[in-house]
């Protein structure tokens, strides 16, 4: 498609499972983004993937959080152990070089 | 360490009349500055930015002005709509097209 697409768009999960969230960004685009809107605050910044060079973790809050990107192109936003404190709206965005972010939807992730 | 503030949570403006959403930043390295635009169950999109060697940047009814003095940029909308209601997010950059820091968002409501 033309624009970013992540999934799943909901996930409910048991505290302590889990889960994994895709980002396919657009065809084309070097750098991917990952963040996080969680109830009533703004876009937390997660991890950012810039072609070939090693990724900017800095804003995982913590070691249950991984991301990959394979190939260049999808990424997969992993959390481990989750915790309802993880609950929130995961955002993916894409870029090409010096180019505008293009989000996705989301994945709303609620942790019960 | 809030880099990117946005100090009013909400603003409502009547239909016709402008609407002005400001944002403070801290890091004075910040050198771009976009403004997003969130509907509800959607992902933000583009709106405007701004490079830090001007002053202003005009697309339609949608202005952005910054003072690098005084670390401010302002959103001015005008004539507002009522599609305009939505949640506006402030971003900054180091380098355009690298990893943005968002404010915390304002929710725009545009009455008729």
């Known amino acids: 498609g033309a624009g970013v697409s992540q999934s799943p768009s909901n996930k409910v999960t048991e505290k302590g499972k889990d889960v994994e969230l895709r980002c396919d960004p657009i065809s084309g685009h070097t750098a991917l983004y990952w963040y996080r809107q969680s109830l009533g605050q703004g876009l937390e910044f997660l991890i950012y993937?810039?072609?070939?060079?090693?990724?900017?973790k800095s804003g995982l809050p913590s070691d249950r959080f991984s991301a990959e990107r394979t190939g260049g192109s999808v990424s997969t936003l992993t959390i481990q152990r989750t915790q309802q404190e993880d609950s929130a709206v995961y955002l993916c965005?894409?870029?090409?070089?010096?180019?505008?972010?293009?989000f996705g939807s989301g994945t709303r992730l609620t942790v019960v | 360490d809030q880099q990117v503030k946005q100090n009013s949570p909400s603003l409502s403006v009547q239909e016709g009349r402008i609407s002005i959403l400001n944002c403070d930043y801290t890091n004075s390295m910040f050198d771009y500055f976009l403004w997003y635009k969130k509907y509800p169950a959607e992902g933000p999109t583009f709106l405007i930015s701004?490079?830090?060697?001007?002053d202003k940047n005009e697309d339609g009814r949608f202005t952005v002005f910054l003072n690098k003095s005084a670390k401010h940029l302002s959103l001015h909308i005008v004539p507002s709509q009522p599609g305009d209601s939505a949640v506006y997010f402030c971003a900054a950059s180091k380098v355009e097209g690298n990893k943005l820091v968002f404010g915390a968002g304002t929710i725009l409501r545009v009455k008729s």
């Open positions: 701004i490079s830090s060697i001007k």
């Open positions: 993937f810039q072609g070939n060079s090693a990724p900017d």
């Open positions: 965005a894409s870029s090409s070089a010096g180019g505008g972010y293009t």
